[in-house]
């Protein structure tokens, strides 16, 4: 395994773990470090890359400062590693939606969690993390989203999904390639709401998309993230 640290925006790091023998082309796994008062870790990885993780962590600050541990929803590599680090960050919470805590995370996890409501804001103290409710996007029911409002980057979880090896940032057209990799494998829980769901994130304008399983795109997140709600939108209507 390769894991690389990469700043993608003031005090917001990626965390990138390339497994070559996941997937036909390996797949790499994100996590980001939002570093203020409050240090705030979305993602942990699987329980198999903590240390890898970990070790990226140190990089930048002690692990025992983490206070916030969040991810889109409940599934191993968002969440496989959460209760290594809590071992590890004696004052860190798990903070996850009020629906993924009754379901899942209330008994998983080895700390009582904090769970966040729609639109509720994790103020870390010089970043401001709002959590967005976003059910069966791209998947779970528990799925949603943080928006990082002083930086207006937007960790969009599992959108724009790709295999193999890529670039720590890009400024690139995203949709070929994601396109591709969903077509092939099809990630999404289309419903009706896929398409109206995604157009809310583009009305946020994010200026910085951090991407689980894809290079951190910089741009005007808000064209990019209509064009991939009109996409789904497009292939809803064509199986119905």
């Known amino acids: ?14 965390i990138s773990t390339y497994i070559p023998e996941a997937g036909p082309h390996g797949f790499t796994f994100n996590q980001f470090l939002v570093v203020a ?19 990226a962590i140190e990089q930048v600050m002690p ?22 680090f809590l071992s590890r960050a004696p004052h860190a919470s798990v903070a996850h939606g009020h629906l993924g805590v009754m379901l899942s995370i209330f008994d998983q996890c080895d700390r009582e ?13 010089g970043k401001r993390m709002r959590r967005l409710e976003t059910p069966h996007v791209p998947h779970g029911w528990d799925a949603g989203l943080f928006f990082e409002e002083t930086t207006k980057t937007l960790f969009a979880g599992d959108l724009f999904t790709i295999g193999g090896e890529y670039e720590a940032q890009t400024e690139s057209d995203l949709m070929e390639r994601a396109i591709a990799f969903e077509t092939a494998m099809p990630g999404t ?8 769901t995604i157009e809310r994130l583009a009305e946020l304008q994010p200026r910085t998309l ?16 209509r064009e991939l709600a009109k996409w789904y939108g497009a292939r809803l209507s064509s199986l119905v």
């Open 210 to 225: 951090a991407l689980m399983h894809n290079a951190t795109w910089s741009g005007d997140g808000s064209i990019a993230l």
């Open 113 to 125: 969690p904090r769970a966040l409501k729609n639109n509720e804001v994790l103020d870390l103290g």
């Open 37 to 55: 008062e409050e240090p705030l870790l979305f993602h942990t990885g699987l329980r198999a890359t903590f240390d890898c993780v970990a070790g």
């Open 1 to 14: 395994m390769k894991t690389t640290l990469t700043e993608i925006a003031p005090e917001i790091y990626r």
């Open 63 to 84: 692990i025992s400062r983490l206070r916030w541990i969040g991810f889109g929803h409940y599934e191993a590599d968002e969440c496989g590693a959460m209760n290594e």
């Open 189 to 196: 829980a289309l419903t009706p709401q896929t398409q109206p």
